[in-house]
């Protein structure tokens, strides 16, 4: 399969998802793998879950769209969900992270004029990721997405991943600053985790200079990390939280949430999307994050996370080409010393989806109900794949 019809900006693709059904999908050959990257993150109920499927059915048989010259119920019921799962006042929804990531920038922009700087920045990171479009591949920090596409998005400054130092001195530096906008854990750029102080660091900075601190869960949300949003692992409350990807189970949502610092800025008029929040999207979002909470799934991400390294650890000790098993929750990584690009078609030849990001580092992003047995089945294929490079 492929088609001539399509643009040719996702390269050549070999494999033709036909089916899923939990952590396992099958090709059009036939073939299962176990998918240990659920669609980039978004997949954490894994496929085909009753719960979003009944509440697509249902939605879809009863109202799919409506505009939101209307009030939405589903919509206004998952707002406030994660209203009390966050501890923030507001949100807004769209259809994708990189949607839901400009509104942030344009909150952080409203902040800025209404305190009288008419040319407001956001600090961003070295090695960061933040979407595709024109603003938010200008506040990514990485050359490769930037290029071809210049003139880039102004208002934004950039600083080193966990430096806090750094950010200190922009502080002293540059009048201009309004917000940090951060990934609690780098994702695309290779699952980096950082010092258990720098959220609050940030926190502190954002409160002395009175900036917004702005978080980007696109990737991190929903459980993924062993918490419903990463911030939670530590004592901060940021003011702007971004979050998509598990959000709905593959139902293209995404949302943008504010604490009293930047929820009121939004006026009639301010933004808007013709899909976002629509009903179908809510009622899959709602099916979503219900089940993540009553079926305690962000613990089983912390625990099956932990599981998972310690077994790679046991199975690669010794394994000269690894240098590093990292992460949390089931937002994992394997850092191996060369580029290792081609393991994906070893794994998928071995019946295992996996994503290989930052040109060396394995990304592992299973579905957050993944079993024991399956997590076993995942480490000893990969293992018998890396220790064979070795
Ligand atoms: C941290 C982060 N922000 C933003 C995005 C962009 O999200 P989307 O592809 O839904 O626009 C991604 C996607 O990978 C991401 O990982």
Known sequence: MGSSALMNNYGTRKITLRKGQGVWV???????????????????????????????????????????????????VLAERLRDISGLSKLFFSNSGAEANEAAIKLARLFGHKKGISEPAIIVMENSFHGRTLATLSATGNRKVHAGFEPLVRGFVRAPFDDLESLKKIASNNRNVVAVFVEPIQGEGGIHTPSADYLSGIRQLCDDQNWLMMLDEIQTGNGRTGTYFNYQHY????????????????????????????????????????????????????????????????????????????????????????????????????????????????????????????????????????????????????????????
């Open 26 to 76: 099958w090709d059009d050959q036939g073939n299962r793998y176990l998918d240990a990257i659920s669609g980039i993150a978004v997949c954490g109920l894994g496929h085909a879950h009753p719960a979003v499927t009944k509440a697509i059915a249902d939605q879809a048989a009863t109202l799919t769209h409506c505009s939101n010259l209307y009030n939405i119920e589903a919509q206004e």
């Open 235 to 390: 004592d901060v409350k940021p003011d702007v939280v971004t979050t998509a990807k598990g959000l709905a189970n593959g139902v293209p949502i995404g949302a943008c949430l504010a604490g009293e610092k930047a929820a009121d800025l939004m006026q009639p008029g301010s933004h808007g999307s013709t899909f976002g929040g629509n009903p179908l999207a809510c009622a899959a979002g709602l099916a979503t994050v219900d089940t993540i909470i009553n079926d305690e799934l962000c613990e089983q991400a912390r625990v099956m996370g932990n599981y998972l390294k310690q077994q790679f650890a046991s199975n690669l000790a010794g394994s000269a080409n690894v240098v590093e098993i990292r992460g949390q929750g089931l937002m994992l990584a394997i850092e191996l010393n060369e580029p290792c690009s081609d393991m994906v078609d070893s794994a998928a030849a071995q019946g295992l989806l996996i994503n290989v990001t930052a040109q060396s580092v394995i990304r592992l992003l299973p579905p957050l109900i993944m079993t024991t047995e399956e997590a076993d089945q995942l480490v000893d294929i990969l293992s018998q794949l890396i220790k064979q490079r070795a």
